[in-house]
């Protein structure tokens, strides 16, 4: 088993930064992709970002240029800055680990209001 522990999140204005992190630990394997998920009250899960082994991210279209991805293997820990933040940003955002299958954080509210 892998577990997932997420940190970081919080209230900001908007406009303001948080830096979001996930550490893993327990019987890791191969960690070939990290990421983070985000679901906003009423609304479905949607995918943020993901970074596979080599450190190469992706983001989806509502954040890029926004936010950004990296991961450090020596701490097995993902991180996710979250720069120039919205109202719409409002979620509670999931890291995400895929090893031997997925696994999940148990997620951290990140609240964006004035």
């Known amino acids: 088993q892998v577990q997932l522990v997420e940190s970081g999140g919080g209230w900001v204005q908007p406009g303001g930064s948080l830096r979001l992190s996930c550490a893993a630990s327990g019987r890791i394997f191969s960690m070939r992709t990290m990421g983070w998920y985000r679901q906003a009250p009423g609304k479905q899960r949607e995918w943020v970002a993901g970074?596979?082994?080599?450190?190469?991210?992706n983001y989806a279209d509502s954040v890029k240029g926004r936010f950004t991805i990296s991961r450090d293997n020596a701490k097995n820990t993902v991180y996710l800055q979250m720069n120039s933040l919205k109202p719409e940003d409002t979620a509670v955002y999931y890291c995400y680990v895929d090893d031997r299958r997925r696994y999940w954080g148990q997620g951290t509210q990140v609240t964006v209001s004035s």
């Open positions: 970074v596979n082994s080599g450190g190469n991210p």
